[in-house]
Each structure stands twice: as structure tokens, then as C-alpha cells.
């Protein structure tokens, strides 16, 4: 026997879980923003906004005529690190000089939350609502709010996240807009050049191009190229020195960025530096590797291409930007979590239950012993592996690829119809 409801309580019904999760997600949200704004900071935690410091302090050096490579953190937690990025990224950060560093943090603060749920619109929405589309039924748009409700509870909650928190970090915006452009939520006529514009301000974005060449995306590829070849010119223009020590020296200077072995450092080189692997061949075998594990990368997000899976594509790149690049810190790791995320929004059993396995990686990331090389015996191994659990996961994921998670309402027979144009050059 079935029970009838009237409308009333159907709408009861649909939002009752929907609005559940979004008061928990405002909730930690809003207790996330009291901790960095209100609450005194304290000396057990990192550096609050230790990395907006820096570029504040880099960018307000250079514009009174500094050298914007000469400047050296003198606070204790960042003593002596300095500004690593490209110099246009200088160019972008200079309007922040022109408001009081208190207010910076504030809006810096702000900003990431704002672009965070940017970033899980793309990611976990359906489609049809993220096209401004009519006609959506209220059961779907309830479903929506439940999903992006508790996509932003998860974020909230990760390590990753709460990093860029922290740190006054910029990898989340870089993150958001490699995602917006890769992704598909451009149109095809402009793709490409947002993947520039970020590369020029900090150069691991350069892995889309390679990804668009592969997957015959050539204008996107040389939209990306020339964007960023022109934002690097503009930087040349400005200041010609700087440029010329970045490109000529400091962008292979690594030692700027502190100890790579470092635990907190999740790339492929800090593994096998930790572990002393290769020995005097260390780099070629880390070259080996990357060339390996990017080639099972690339050719994954080319099928997820081919598929019409633009998301997968790009976050599969942006998970091998991760592994391949020598300096991985605990921010850059939120690609991991809007992939775990995507899995899980996407409705089909398989990519949720991989979803669900990699998310618990970066939740629970914090348990794991920062640095065990002191102890010794058997447990001294144990514990110095579980510090590697991170770098595994996104490694999995280059090789493995993600399973596709959004074609749970394609009919089988378009998933059979690949549009060989789509394949050779979209735009």
C-alpha cells in the first residue's frame, strides 16, 4: 500500500535533505572564517596567510625598485623563502598593494570561497543547470542543492582545502580556471586561454598543452601557447631583468621553495628523494617515470575526451600535473579532492566507490606521520610509507585514469557514435 502525499509534503519531503546539508555546509564554512579572521592565531598552527605574506611583501619590494627574486621571508615559519612564480604574476598581484594587509587577507579570504563554489558548480552540477537551461523539474533542482551541499561539506573538510585556506594560497584559482577552461564551460572559440593566462603566473597549467595537441584540440593549444608567450612578453616589457633571472636562473632554482624531500611535498621527485632512489641517475629516472606515467595519463584523458567526458579529461591532466611536477605541496593536492568529488557526484557505483576511497586519502591525510626518518625497525618503514599514501593516489589515478562518473544518462547507442570531428579538432 502506498502512501499519497499532498503537494505540501512532497515539497516537504524533496528539500528536507537539501536543506539539512546546506545549514551544515555554512555552517563550517562560517566556522572556517571565524577561525582565520576573528580567532587570535596561534603558534602550534602554520604561518596564517604565510604565502599571501610573501607575495605581498615580494610584489611591494619590486614595485619600490627591489629585485623581485632578491626579497627573502623574515618571519619564522617562512624564514628566508622567497617569491618563486613568473614575474607576470608579479603584475597580476601588484592591485593588491593598494589595499592595507589586513583587508587583503580579508578579501584573499573571501575570494577563496567564492571561487571554491565556482569550482564545485562546475564540477559536481549537472549540466543542464550550469547552462541556465528552463524547464528543470523541482526534484532535479533539489537534488542539485543536496549534491553541491554536500560536495561543499567534503571540500570544507579536506586537508588540501583548508591548506589554501591557511596559507593564503593561489593554486585554487589556478585550479578553478584550468577546470573552466579544459573542462568545457567555455566556449570552444576561447578555449585554450585562460590555460595561458595561468601558466604565465605559475607554469604547471603548461601540462594542457600537450593534452590539447594529443587530443586534437591544435586551436586550443595554440590559443594557450600564444596567450601565454604574450603575458610573458608583457612581463619582459615591464621589467626585463627579472624576466631574464627568472628564465634564466630561478625557474630551475628549486631550493627557493625549501627542502623538496620534505614529507609535506607529494610529487613524484620527492618520493623517490625520500627513499633515495636512483642514486646518482635520480633525475633521469624521475624523468623516466614522469614520461611514463604522463604517456597512461594522456592517453586516459584522451579516451574520457573522446568520450565527451571534457571533466574527467581534465582532471585526470590535472592529477598528473601533481606527479610530475617537482614541488607538490599540500594545496596543490585539492585536484585529488575535486576529482574524488566529481566520482562521487556522478551517480554511476563504480566511479563513486573510487571516488569515496580517494577522498578518504586526503581526509584523513592529516593522521599521517609528517616525517618518521628518525625511528627505526620495522615500524619506522610502516609509518614512512603511509606518508607516501597521497603521492600513490594520484599516481593510480595518471595511470588507471578516473572512471567516468557524468554518462549515467547517455543512451548506449551515442556512446557508440564518437564524433570523429570532436576527436580531430573541435573548434
Not at 555552517?27 to 576573528?38: Q, S
Not at 605581498?56 to 615559519?77: F, I, N, P
Amino acid at each position: 500500500m502506498s502512501i499519497q502525499l499532498n503537494p505540501a509534503e512532497r515539497r516537504v519531503a524533496r528539500w528536507a535533505a537539501p536543506v539539512i546539508v546546506t545549514v551544515l555546509a555554512v555552517w563550517i564554512i562560517c566556522l572556517e572564517l571565524v577561525e582565520m579572521l576573528l580567532v587570535p592565531a596561534r603558534d602550534s598552527f602554520p604561518t596564517r596567510f604565510g604565502d599571501l605574506t610573501i607575495y605581498r611583501e615580494a610584489v611591494d619590494y619590486w614595485v619600490h625598485g627591489g629585485s623581485l627574486y632578491d626579497y627573502a621571508s623574515q618571519h619564522t615559519k617562512t624564514l628566508g623563502l622567497g617569491f618563486t612564480y613568473p614575474p607576470f604574476a608579479a603584475i597580476i598581484l601588484a592591485p593588491a598593494m593598494l589595499v592595507s594587509p589586513r583587508w587583503l587577507e580579508v578579501a584573499w579570504t573571501l575570494g577563496t570561497y567564492v571561487v571554491a563554489t565556482l569550482l564545485l558548480w562546475i564540477t559536481v552540477t549537472p549540466a543542464r543547470l550550469r547552462a541556465g537551461r528552463s524547464g528543470a523539474a523541482p526534484d532535479h533542482i533539489a537534488r542539485t542543492v543536496r549534491i553541491v551541499a554536500t560536495a561543499w561539506v567534503m571540500l570544507g573538510l579536506s586537508y588540501p582545502f583548508i591548506a589554501n585556506v591557511i596559507w593564503g594560497q593561489v593554486s585554487l584559482v589556478v585550479i578553478a580556471l584550468c577546470l573552466v577552461d579544459a573542462g568545457g564551460a567555455v566556449p570552444g572559440r576561447f578555449k585554450g586561454i585562460l590555460i595561458g593566462l595561468v601558466a604565465a603566473v605559475k607554469l604547471t597549467p603548461l601540462i594542457f598543452i600537450p593534452y590539447f595537441l594529443i587530443t586534437g584540440q591544435r586551436r586550443s593549444a595554440a590559443r594557450a601557447t600564444s596567450t601565454f608567450l604574450l603575458a610573458t612578453g608583457l612581463a619582459f616589457a615591464v621589467d626585463p631583468t627579472d624576466s631574464i633571472d627568472y628564465w634564466t636562473r630561478d625557474v630551475m632554482n628549486t631550493s627557493r621553495v625549501g627542502d623538496l624531500g620534505r614529507a609535506s611535498n607529494k610529487s613524484l621527485l620527492a618520493l623517490l628523494m625520500r627513499w633515495h632512489a636512483g642514486g646518482d641517475l635520480q633525475v633521469e629516472l624521475w624523468l623516466s617515470l614522469c614520461l611514463l606515467i604522463g604517456s597512461y595519463a594522456l592517453v586516459h584523458a584522451w579516451q574520457s575526451f573522446a568520450w565527451g567526458d571534457d571533466l574527467a579529461a581534465a582532471l585526470t591532466v590535472g592529477c598528473l600535473s601533481v606527479v610530475v611536477s617537482p614541488v607538490s605541496w599540500t594545496h596543490h593536492q585539492t585536484w585529488g579532492v575535486v576529482a574524488a568529488l566529481a566520482l562521487i557526484a556522478g551517480g554511476r557505483a563504480p566511479a563513486m566507490r573510487a571516488g569515496a576511497v580517494l577522498y578518504a586519502v586526503f581526509l584523513l591525510e592529516p593522521l599521517i606521520p609528517p616525517d618518521t626518518t628518525w625511528l627505526h625497525g620495522p615500524g619506522s618503514l610502516l609509518l614512512r610509507a603511509c606518508t607516501e599514501v597521497p603521492v600513490v593516489a594520484f599516481i593510480v589515478v595518471s595511470i588507471l585514469g578516473l572512471p567516468s562518473g557524468r554518462l549515467t544518462e547517455v543512451d548506449a547507442a551515442e556512446l557508440l557514435n564518437i564524433d570523429e570531428e570532436r576527436i580531430t579538432d573541435p573548434v
